[in-house]
């Protein structure tokens, strides 16, 4: 993934790693940063155009492409998580959010970005995960690996033009904001640059969780 000079748009991006990405791509010489939020009038920093974006209405995805026509890298961060057992009944009244939001969401957003992304030889599009994709959460953990499974369609879709696509593991992050104390956490310009590989793990721990697949070892707790 070429960031120098890149036209990005980053979704999610008041917060977490979106945040990051929208803080460590102008470290990484990206030319024109676009910063998309529900909530566009919270997107703040320097460089950032933020642009108004729910990934669970159809209707602005293609708007947002066509107001960054240029775009050569997608970042897509948009997520929620839900609380309490997936057993309860409040986890179930609510339960459609969660696929909507983690996983047609950002499949909107592929099928959204793909033939922009796909008119330049250095397109790419970042499906932000984490190592909830290995790690299993009640409220957390199926919507990340079914996110996960589905980066990797489109990545091996048949399409001649579509984009390079990576799914970036993350974990803990030092946005000024994470709560881990004693947690190893990556810099917003290092998690940038890191994403430069069709399986991104960032840091150690989403490394050591994805080791665990070839071995077939359970760590889920």
């Not at 929208?22 to 009038?41: N, Q, S, V």
């Not at 309860?88 to 793909?114: H, I, K, N, V, W």
């Not at 803990?172 to 990556?186: C, L, M, N, R, V």
Request: net charge neutral; hydrophobic share 35%.
């Amino acid at each position: 993934m070429n960031t120098c000079g890149a036209s990005a748009l980053v979704t999610g991006a008041i917060g977490g790693p979106g945040r990051a990405f929208a803080l460590g791509l102008p470290t990484r010489d990206a030319r024109t940063l676009y910063a998309a939020a529900r909530g566009p009038k919270a997107v703040t920093g320097p460089g950032l155009t933020p642009l108004p974006r729910r990934i669970t209405d159809p209707a602005p995805v293609p708007t947002a492409d066509e107001r960054c026509p240029a775009t050569t890298l997608v970042v897509d961060n948009t997520r929620i998580a839900r609380d309490g057992s997936p057993l309860s009944a409040e986890y179930l009244d609510g339960a459609c959010d969660q696929p909507e939001t983690d996983l047609f969401g950002p499949l909107a957003m592929c099928r959204a970005s793909a033939p922009v992304l796909g008119k330049s030889d250095s397109g790419a599009l970042v499906n932000v995960l984490s190592v909830l994709s290995w790690h299993t959460l009640p409220q957390i953990g199926s919507p990340k690996a079914t996110a996960w499974s589905m980066t990797r369609s489109v990545r091996e879709s048949p399409r001649a033009q579509d984009p390079f696509t990576i799914a970036g593991h993350t974990a803990f992050i030092d946005t000024g904001t994470a709560t881990h104390g004693g947690q190893t956490k990556i810099s917003p310009a290092d998690l940038a640059g890191l994403a430069d590989r069709e399986e991104a793990l960032t840091i150690d721990v989403t490394r050591q969780a994805r080791s665990t697949l070839s071995r077939g070892a359970n760590h889920d707790h």
